[in-house]
């Protein structure tokens, strides 16, 4: 393999597999300070043994490695998706040895591998080969976290031109830090420019959505900062520098990680810089108390353009007597109740007297109607079966005698690789648009979308799902009504054998 050493391959196969030397080192019938003397470049295997020593590593990486670490092994090497069987992928690693093998006994200078790479007096290591490029934006940094207690992170990118992989990256650094780093709070502000053709406008808002809307106590900002260039750069104050180019086709050219303090303090502070003077943040948080009182809610549902993409079910469609019943049970602050005894009356009045798009996902659907656990105004609370039934009643009503409202269900997932988030709830206007953030137990929060690029955005994106002829989308009303009714009649029968 060209651009890299064999030590520090077969140390980032180790590393990758979650395996340890000496169970290499028994598997290949030598003694562990062989391996280590590999790993670290000090040495290398003699020659007439090289062949059979790549193909038992390969073996053995592949073997005693889980699925999710193939499927790390492939991501971080940029191996074809389509390389399945286990055969294949021991073939293409053996491989790989064999050309780092032979490109570091090519090197006339003594080898510098992983070990030598990363002692804190270095600057900086740089993989030429885009094959080499991790993924994991935030696992690159993992092992400088490990030493602080601490993390300013700010990340900078240009959303279209990156390829979907890199933009996974990024979509994933809140989730990993949330479940790696439950010791520190984290801070994180991510820059995003939107140049360039956004030619995967559901994928692209669907990310963004689900890092506004997950972990909503983690200080999480994202930016728009008319980012123009084909290059990430990834800061962790303090501690270390990633940056990756792109090629016009998106594929990596070449990645640098720098722990040189000057390098990562003034670049911290420049992309802070920038942020103060050029960024707009793309959303704001509101509290519950606070979208109800300074009626922010009433204010959505009384303007044109009404579309509601609905990931969990919530006061929505409710007959008005449910909607005060479940209000009193969970409020007790009389001013809360009367605005949203106003919104009661909005709804019933005017809301569902205009004309709405609706997409409601049918698996949310249906959980509602077994579990009865629903949010309302965000707060959860388990309705019991004639509730609900009243509930789904009245949704039936406005499907087959309201013309105004259309109503559509989603039966799948738009992105499949979001497919095991929960699904956030978007509501758009024609001058306010509304995210729904997970509910937990320390916040019921709403977002404000407050960037004018990705409100557009997110009106493009939602025309495109409510117009485009999708295999997941029903659209037939008598389809519909059976759905709903056929649930209904599952869990009564339950209930009643219960």
């Not at 037939?476 to 009643?496: C, F, G, Q, R």
Request: glycine content about 2%; aromatic content about 10%; some cysteine.
């Amino acid at each position: 393999m060209k651009s890299i050493t064999f030590g520090y391959l077969l140390d980032k196969l180790l590393y990758l597999s979650r395996q340890k030397k000496t169970a290499l080192a028994k598997t290949l019938g030598y003694d562990i300070s062989y391996i280590s003397k590999w790993t670290s470049g000090k040495n290398l295997p003699i020659p007439k043994n090289i062949n059979s020593i790549c193909e038992m590593t390969s073996k053995f990486i592949v073997n005693s490695s889980a699925q999710e670490d193939i499927k790390n092994i492939k991501e971080y090497f940029e191996i074809d998706e389509n390389l399945n069987s286990k055969k294949e992928l021991e073939i293409y690693l053996e491989e790989l040895l064999r050309e780092s093998y032979a490109y570091t006994a090519k090197k006339s200078v003594s080898i510098k591998t992983k070990e030598v790479y990363w002692e804190d007096d270095c600057n900086s290591v740089i993989h030429v080969n885009p094959r080499l490029r991790k993924p994991y934006l935030d696992k690159e940094i993992e092992k400088y976290i490990n030493k602080s207690n601490k993390l300013n992170l700010i990340l900078c990118a240009n959303l279209n031109k990156l390829c979907e992989n890199d933009k996974i990256s990024i979509a994933d650094i809140k989730k990993e830090l949330f479940s790696k780093y439950n010791n520190i709070e984290p801070k994180v502000k991510i820059m995003l420019g939107f140049d360039g053709d956004n030619d995967d406008i559901v994928f692209n808002t669907i990310m963004i959505i689900n890092m506004i809307s997950i972990h909503p106590n983690m200080d999480f900002e994202i930016y728009n900062c008319q980012v123009d260039s084909n290059s990430i750069i990834s800061v962790v104050r303090d501690l270390v520098l990633y940056t990756a180019n792109f090629t016009k086709d998106k594929r990596c050219l070449l990645s640098t990680t720098s722990m040189d303090k000057s390098a990562v303090e003034d670049m911290y502070y420049s992309l802070e810089t920038i942020l103060k003077n050029q960024g707009n943040p793309i959303f704001e948080k509101k509290k519950l108390i606070n979208i109800i009182k300074e009626k922010t809610y009433t204010q959505y549902f009384m303007t044109q353009d009404l579309r509601w993409l609905i990931g969990s079910i919530s006061e929505l469609f409710m007959p008005p007597d449910l909607f005060m019943e479940v209000a009193n049970s969970l409020f007790d602050d009389s001013k809360m109740l009367e605005e949203i005894s106003k919104i009661n009356i909005v709804l019933q009045n005017i809301t569902y007297k205009s004309k709405i798009k609706v997409l409601i996902y049918a698996s949310e659907l249906k959980k509602y109607i077994s579990s009865g656990k629903i949010k309302f105004f965000n707060k959860s609370i388990e309705l019991n079966f004639e509730q609900r039934k009243k509930h789904i009643n009245y949704l039936k009503n406005i499907i087959l005698n309201n013309p105004n409202i259309e109503i559509k269900l989603v039966d799948g997932d738009f992105v499949e690789y979001f497919k095991d988030n929960k699904n956030t709830s978007l509501y758009l206007s024609k001058n306010v648009k509304l995210i729904q953030t997970d509910y937990d137990d320390k916040t019921s929060d709403y977002v404000i979308i407050k960037d004018k690029e990705f409100k557009k955005m997110c009106d493009i994106f939602y025309k495109n799902i409510w117009e485009e002829d999708r295999d997941i989308i029903i659209d037939d009303k008598d389809e519909i009504i059976d759905i709903l009714e056929k649930e209904l009649t599952y869990v009564s029968i339950i209930n009643e054998n219960f």
